[in-house]
């Protein structure tokens, strides 16, 4: 808890740092040419470099502000509810098809190839778009990470049945993680991708909704050799609980 209070304050206080030092600017220009309009001293030149210096001001309110409203609501997703996903029962096969439709456009901008093999027939009372969001953070930290300056990417579903659990193993040939940082992975805020923009929230909010909306358990292996490997636990009826 100490550790999450302490990212989220340090990751919001630069985007609202630099919303007060923009506000604070554009109320002083403001005044200033609000002096020179009431003494009516304000010339042309005055109120063209007002017209100048506002636009930036705003635009730096604004995109340090929308950058907070973001940062809040993925802080928002490190509480997950059971209750804000609906049981339904699906395919778990076809689920891993539509995802991987769904980042199709991706996979060929980036030259990466999937590849889905396993059980095709295992059914599964859960929670499929709860599954579906951890399996879309995984690929795209696969898409940033694993792969950045990579060419012939390649990720590998597997779907197996094992009386009442099915397990998917996620895994992909990229640079892989190394042995300090894969112990800190689910931790939150921990990111090696900070000069990107990554704030380290994605794989925190997979382990949670793993193990708190699917009631099951999730483990990763890395070689940095050959790429990394996710391991998914999950009962097939989650209705029971």
């Known amino acids: 808890m100490g550790r999450l209070v302490a990212g989220v304050a340090h990751e919001i206080n630069t985007p609202l740092g630099n919303a007060v030092l923009g506000t604070s600017a554009l109320v002083d220009d403001v005044k200033v ?3 020179k309009f009431l003494t009516q001293t304000m010339t042309k030149k005055d109120f063209k470099h007002f017209l100048d210096v506002v636009p930036p001001l705003l635009n730096v309110i604004t995109t340090a502000l929308s ?3 973001n940062l809040v609501q993925s802080f928002k997703l490190v ?3 059971q209750q804000e996903f609906s049981l339904k029962r699906f395919n778990v096969s076809e689920k891993i098809s539509q995802l991987a439709n769904d980042f199709s456009s991706r996979f060929i901008e980036q030259g990466v190839v ?3 093999t396993g059980k095709e027939d295992i059914i599964a ?3 499929p778009d709860a599954l579906y969001q951890i399996l879309s953070q995984l690929i795209n930290n696969s898409l940033t990470h694993a792969f950045k300056n990579q060419e012939n990417g390649k990720i590998f579903f597997e779907i197996n049945l094992d009386i009442d659990s099915c397990t998917i193993l996620y895994s992909d ?3 892989g993680i190394s042995k300090e940082d894969i112990h800190h992975i689910f931790d939150p805020f921990f990111t090696t991708g900070r000069e990107q923009g990554c704030i380290g ?3 925190h909010v997979v382990f949670n909704l793993v193990h ?3 009631q099951g358990e999730i483990k990763c292996q890395d070689s940095l050799l050959n790429g990394t490997q996710f391991t998914i636990v999950m009962p097939i009826n989650n209705g029971d609980s």
Do not use: R, T
Request: glycine share 8%; net charge negative; no cysteine.
């Open 173 to 175: 040939n990229g640079q």
């Open 212 to 214: 708190q909306v699917l």
């Open 114 to 116: 999937i590849n889905i």
């Open 67 to 69: 950058k907070a409203a």
């Open 201 to 203: 929230l994605g794989l």
């Open 125 to 127: 009372i859960s929670y």
């Open 33 to 35: 040419i609000e002096e």
């Open 79 to 81: 509480s997950v509810d």
